[in-house]
């Protein structure tokens, strides 16, 4: 059984930055797409970011784009979320999510597996 686990979350000034990192176990995560969504209390899970299995295509939500960087190491089995320039409306839970096929995907009911999350509180 795949297994996600985040940290790196806590609690920020405005235009401070954070790093994400989900760790995976019990899969082949190489083969895996991974996605990092958001929900914020009140609102509907969203899409951040996701990158395929090999590094080679990433794609941003408009609200963090030139801001948040994913990336990965596949030896270490581990996907990051870097976040700079970070804005209250940034605060929220963080989860990593992982799909069994090697394309990225927006879409958070194309992908198999979750995190529990981490929460991020960025304070203005």
């Known amino acids: 059984q795949v297994q996600l686990v985040e940290s790196g979350g806590g609690l920020v000034q405005a235009g401070g930055s954070l790093r994400l990192s989900c760790a995976a176990s019990?899969?082949?995560?190489?083969?895996?797409?991974m996605g990092w969504f958001r929900q914020a209390p009140g609102k509907e899970r969203e899409f951040v970011a996701t990158?395929?299995?090999?590094?080679?295509?990433?794609y941003y939500a408009d609200s963090v784009k030139g801001r948040f960087t994913i990336s990965r190491d596949n030896a270490k089995n581990t996907v990051y979320l870097q976040m700079n320039s970070l804005k209250p409306s940034d605060t929220a839970v963080y989860s990593c999510?992982?799909?069994?096929?090697?394309?990225?995907?927006?879409?958070?009911?194309?992908?198999?597996?979750w995190g529990q999350g981490t929460q991020v509180t960025v304070s203005s």
């Open positions: 999510a992982g799909r069994r096929v090697p394309t990225s995907s927006e879409y958070d009911f194309l992908y198999n597996y």
């Open positions: 990158i395929d299995w090999a590094s080679t295509s990433t």
């Open positions: 019990g899969g082949a995560f190489s083969n895996y797409a």
